[in-house]
């Protein structure tokens, strides 16, 4: 499923905190890690020491990616526009996976590496999973648990029935073997939608919504999941978050285009708002 990923990293002591994600990503399946730093000479100026500093922290996060289980990690430093040099070594390579770091109640507004993770999420072929640190419980913002020890602990799986929610779907169905992985599936009737129809033809969705979440549901269970499924009629955005908030997964799982407004290069926007408020690590399928 995801043997090969891609994991551009700052070089700051919070993102040192992110490396004890992937003893998890393991269990999925992980086989290499490439841990990726760019220089910005705009930031830096080119200066030596700071070249030499990068080069020796990826050699020392290396180590600690080996003792954590990863069978193969490679180092990467380069120099130039973070932005370019991330997609192009995507495009090069034969990646299934891209991680990003974050932190903070907002997941878009506090991703480590900034616009250039916004890029990286909008332009990336592959699925891209957004990590998050939690604010420790009674302490300043300043201080953060990491949580991605158990990103695979509790998922949900958001549906609204589209060809993006069936592609998230066939990558889900291979995450059954993971120990210890419960999952929920989540579908929202539309009330929007529903101002304009009939009671006939509202009964008639909802019965053919209901068939097929339930195909789903014993299709995971079958994969190994535990599996619960869910329907709530709600606006697709808040029925999501609320359900989110009220039963705290570790990961959401979402289809990057759903049957929402689309352009080639953009994000569903129901996608794009679950992305910048969910209460939780997202792994975004394209």
Known sequence: MFRKVLFPVVLTHKMEN??????????????????????????????????????????????????AGVAKVETYLEEGNPTEEILRRLEEEDYSLVMLGSRGSNLFKRLFLGSVAENVLHHARQPVLLLRNYPCEGKEEASYSLTCNSVFDRILYVTDLSEGAKKALSYLEKMGDIPGATLDILHVHDTRAMEYMSTEKIQEISTEEERQIEQIRKNLAENGFKVEAHIVEDHPVAGILKYAEEKKPSLLVIGAKGKSRLLEMMLGSVTETIIHKAPCSVLVIR
């Open 18 to 67: 992110y490396l004890s994600c992937i003893s998890d990503m393991v269990k999925a399946g992980v086989e290499q890690v490439d841990l990726m730093h760019v220089v910005d000479l705009h930031d830096t100026y080119g200066d030596p020491k700071i070249v030499e500093f990068a080069k020796e922290t990826l050699t020392k996060w290396k180590k600690r990616l080996v003792e």
